[in-house]
């Protein structure tokens, strides 16, 4: 069991590698011709043993899937696509103007360089067209959420 512990690639394993050499001695029991070699057998087999479980702890370290991202709760869900109804609905309350910038923004990832030369407005009325429109969505999204 000693030299099982210092040999096993994992703590617990210990036990099994010797628990399984004995029951290769057992099964090998007749081929031994000399009972003092029966501890280097032993030994050996335990080692050998011990080898074939690290190898195949490698391998399986190797090739353990990537720990998957929790999965959201299917009510989460359900509140997320309630919660993008709802700026959907308070959008289109929105001025096409205001929309259209506050769209291409925050859903399009655009600058406000390429939001002007989409809309054929300058810079500044970008900025402030997505800032009005911020403000207006955040207060319609607020009355909505009183109801």
Not at 126 to 142: D, F, I, K, Y
């Amino acid at each position: 069991m000693r030299f099982a512990a210092f040999v096993s690639p994992e703590d617990e394993m210990a036990e099994d590698l010797a628990h399984e050499a004995f029951l290769k001695l057992y099964g090998a029991w007749k081929r031994i011709d000399d009972p003092a070699k029966v501890g280097a057998y032993l030994r050996t087999t335990v080692l050998n043993l011990a080898r074939g479980r690290a190898r195949h702890l490698g391998v399986v370290r190797r090739n353990r899937p990537e720990p998957q991202p929790e999965q959201a709760s299917a009510e989460w869900g359900a509140m997320q696509n309630d919660s993008r109804e709802q700026v959907v609905v308070a959008l289109r309350r929105l001025s096409d103007r205001q929309r259209s910038c506050l769209v291409l923004r925050h859903y399009e990832d655009r600058t406000e360089t390429e939001i002007a030369d989409i809309l054929g407005i300058s810079v500044g009325s970008v900025c402030t067209h997505v800032h009005r429109g911020m403000q207006a969505l955040e207060a319609l999204l607020h009355e909505e959420g009183e109801r």
